[in-house]
């Protein structure tokens, strides 16, 4: 497998959009994009891959944008059918998002593995991007509540609404897994190693714990990140509850105290400017610019700073 001089780790709606700029800057195919599994989920005895769906909706320009999710668009009479004949459809599942679920389902029943039916699929939508699912391994990511009940992230975040319960994060089912073909030469091999701003626990989390995966990181330690948070908030999502459950500080600073060791830069935005000393004394090089990626010259302009970072490390 030929290794591609710049590799992302990536998972999220941020994640998608910062790979959409990204690709403004650079060739498709210059890039390799290692992707979250730990949301994958099983509904209605298909496959659901949440992050590589929605990198490859996003980077094939057929994401549906007031969401980040699903396909533009899209319809959801077969969803609104099952509700009629069952209680537990809250995952959101459009009528032509269903034929990438189904495909791959059927794929994976034959025998085929996930990093194969990922490139399939991706090659169908026109991506020129290499993405790569972090495992092939079963790795859900199980948020533990307040009352002891252990949910899926999906559980948690979609039919539960993300509430302010969590106690902590359980990633051991991905601490067990083996990685996908070709992940561990992917970023044994770049020239450039992004994180993107996807959640540090829930997103980037999983990936780093696959067994290797930050061993590997941990040697480089030149990865250039961009910070999910601004202003002491996340753009997207549920990161604050999550940070806060395993007792990090919601702030780029605290993005940087999890990411010391495995990164050389971070990319933060300007309303974050007074915290740059902070984390450059945590052996970190910032860049500062408008990261609320709004429309794709933000994207692309987010994109740059973070590859000028790498370049100087």
């Known amino acids: 497998m030929p290794v591609r001089p710049v590799v992302a780790l ?53 994401v549906r944008r007031d969401t980040g999710w699903g396909l533009e ?4 009479q077969a969803l609104d059918a099952l509700r ?8 959101q599942l459009g009528d032509r998002d269903l034929a990438t679920h189904i495909h791959r389902s059927a794929r994976l029943a034959e025998g085929a593995g996930l990093a194969e039916v990922t490139a399939e699929i991706a090659e169908r939508f026109g991506v020129g991007v290499e993405l790569l699912p972090m495992t092939e391994d079963p790795a ?33 089912q991905a601490e067990r897994a083996e990685p996908a073909p070709g992940v561990i030469e992917a970023i044994r091999g770049a020239r450039t190693l992004l994180l ?28 250039v990140a961009v910070s999910p948070i601004v202003g002491g908030r996340p753009v997207k999502g549920p990161a604050d509850r999550l940070l806060r459950a395993q007792g990090t500080e919601v702030s780029a600073r605290g993005v940087a105290g999890l990411y010391a060791g495995i990164a050389s830069g971070l990319v933060i935005d300007q309303a974050d400017a007074g915290q740059a000393g902070e984390i450059e004394s945590l052996g970190l090089r910032v860049s500062v610019l408008d990261t609320l990626m709004t429309n794709p010259a933000i994207a692309r302009s987010v994109a740059e700073a973070a590859l000028a970072l790498a370049e100087t490390s």
């Open 84 to 91: 009629g004949l069952r209680d537990d459809a809250w995952f």
């Open 73 to 76: 668009g899209d319809t959801f």
């Open 140 to 172: 859900p990511t199980v948020v533990v509540r307040n009352d002891g009940r252990r949910t899926h992230f999906e559980e948690y975040l979609v039919r539960d609404g993300s509430p302010d319960d969590v106690a902590s994060v359980d990633l051991s």
């Open 10 to 62: 990536a998972g999220g709606v941020g994640a998608a959009r910062f790979l959409e700029g990204l690709v403004q800057a650079i060739p498709a195919s210059d890039l390799t994009v290692i992707v979250n599994t730990g949301d994958d989920r099983d509904f209605f005895g298909l496959r659901v891959c949440p992050d590589l769906d929605i990198v490859t909706y996003t980077l094939a320009g057929r």
């Open 196 to 223: 993107c701003p996807s959640n540090p626990v829930v997103s980037i989390g999983p990936i780093r714990a696959v067994r290797g995966v930050e061993a590997e990181l941990q040697r480089r330690g030149d990865a």
